[in-house]
């Protein structure tokens, strides 16, 4: 069965949805920061001080390129990953591609509740920060199977909408 992949900007909750969602539908969850965390043995936080975002990206696409040949999973994938789009067109070739996208405010406010994990952030203007790379990356997370504005939703609320549509979809035949 395909792979049920989230993407989108970072605070659109994409890891604590997709593991709301592998939960409910029994699948395995796989969130790639964390397994690139695992592998490293630093947090993503600890990479881009000591490697910086180019080596990140590129630990990042071999991680995905290993990820994407999964069944059945769960993937939650960081929001920059769509920028190189050998990625993106990994990821769809077996899965379903769903995208969390939350207002600026909104991404400002999850973001900031916890300092230091997200090194793009981790700067003067954070609200300037976001703008920018919501301008260069906005189009990237176009066009997938299903898209969801999860700004006023809970997580859990989140799961069960791309549920019904997964169901609706056909692409849990009959399952969960
Ligand atoms: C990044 C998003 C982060 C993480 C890294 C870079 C980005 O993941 O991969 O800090 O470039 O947007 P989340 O989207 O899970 O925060």
């Given at each position: 069965m395909k792979n049920i992949v989230l993407i989108g900007f970072m605070g659109t909750g994409k890891t604590s949805t997709g593991r709301l969602l592998a939960s409910r539908l029994g699948r395995p969850f796989i969130d790639v920061d964390r397994k690139l965390e695992q592998e490293c043995k630093m947090t993503v936080a600890e990479f881009f001080a000591a490697h910086g975002e180019i080596l990140f990206k590129q630990k990042e696409k071999s991680l995905i390129a290993k990820i994407a040949r999964y069944h059945n999973s769960v993937i939650s994938t960081g929001g920059?990953?769509?920028?190189?789009?050998a990625n993106f067109h990994k990821l769809r070739e077996n899965g379903v591609i769903i995208t969390l996208t939350a207002s600026i405010d909104i991404i400002l406010e999850r973001t900031g509740r916890r300092r230091g994990v997200r090194p793009l952030l981790d700067c003067d203007n954070p609200a300037e920060v976001v703008k920018e790379l919501l301008a260069k990356r906005g189009h990237l997370y176009q066009n997938t199977d299903y898209m969801i504005d999860t700004s006023t939703y809970s997580p859990h609320q989140v799961a069960e909408k791309i549920i019904t549509f997964l169901r609706t979809g056909g692409y849990l035949r009959g399952r969960s």
């Open positions: 920059g990953s769509v920028e190189d789009q």
